[in-house]
T-cell receptor, first 109, second 114 residues
């Protein structure tokens, strides 16, 4: 079993829909990152969370430390949100990241 | 500061050749990480440096791989005698210790071994 599990692996939505991507992890962490990767592109950090909830524009990220679970929500989705979204947990000792396998999101107009 | 820079962006090499990639981190960051990402998968940890010291190496890093960060600034990752299985995106990231700081990724070097 992977230390970081994301669901779903693939997601297709219509423009305007509310989207949720889930992440569960099984190791101790100092922080959890949500990352975005476009095809052929580099990785962009969306959020870094150690507790609670963060919001940036149409994106919301939450984390429940006790349940070792995080969610990324996209409100009023748009085709430009189409990308791979990756959850990664950060080791408290080394700072290295352990990545989930990613969720491929396609938003259709 | 322009963020984390990686060079080259793309590299095509013949099997058996040696390749070297470079990463320039954000100047204030003392930690530098190398990750590898194969198609359709999430990145996997390879190694990391704190200043010039290489503190951890993954089992993924075979004897053909070597990484250096001689002055605690830029880092190089060398792959000797490349194999087709080495084809991947090699990502560099940097961060700062002491506080929970952000992570900054480079754009990656895409290696294709033919």
């Amino acid at each position: 079993k992977n230390e970081v599990e994301q669901s779903p692996q693939n997601l297709t939505a219509q423009e305007g829909e509310f989207i949720t991507i889930n992440c569960s992890y099984s190791v101790g962490i100092s922080a959890l990152h949500w990352l975005q990767q476009h095809p052929g592109g580099g990785i962009v950090s969306l959020f870094m969370l150690s507790s609670g909830k963060k919001k940036h524009g149409r994106l919301i990220a939450t984390i429940n430390i006790q349940e070792k679970h995080s969610s990324l929500h996209i409100t009023a989705s748009h085709p430009r949100d189409s990308a791979v979204y990756i959850c990664a947990v950060r080791s408290s000792n080394t700072g290295k990241l352990i990545f989930g396998q990613g969720t491929t999101l396609q938003v259709k107009p | 500061d322009t963020g984390v820079s990686q060079d080259p962006r793309h590299k095509i090499t013949k099997r058996g050749q040696n390749v070297t990639f470079r990463c320039d981190p954000i100047s204030e960051h003392n930690r530098l990480y190398w990750y590898r990402q194969t198609l359709g998968q999430g990145p996997e940890f390879l190694t990391y440096f704190q200043n010039e010291a290489q503190l951890e190496k993954s089992r993924l890093l075979s004897d053909r791989f070597s990484a250096e960060r001689p002055k605690g600034s830029f880092s190089t990752l060398e792959i000797q005698r490349t194999e087709q299985g080495d084809s991947a995106m090699y990502l560099c990231a940097s961060s700062f210790t002491g506080v929970i700081s952000g992570y900054t990724f480079g754009s990656g070097t895409r290696l294709t071994v033919v």
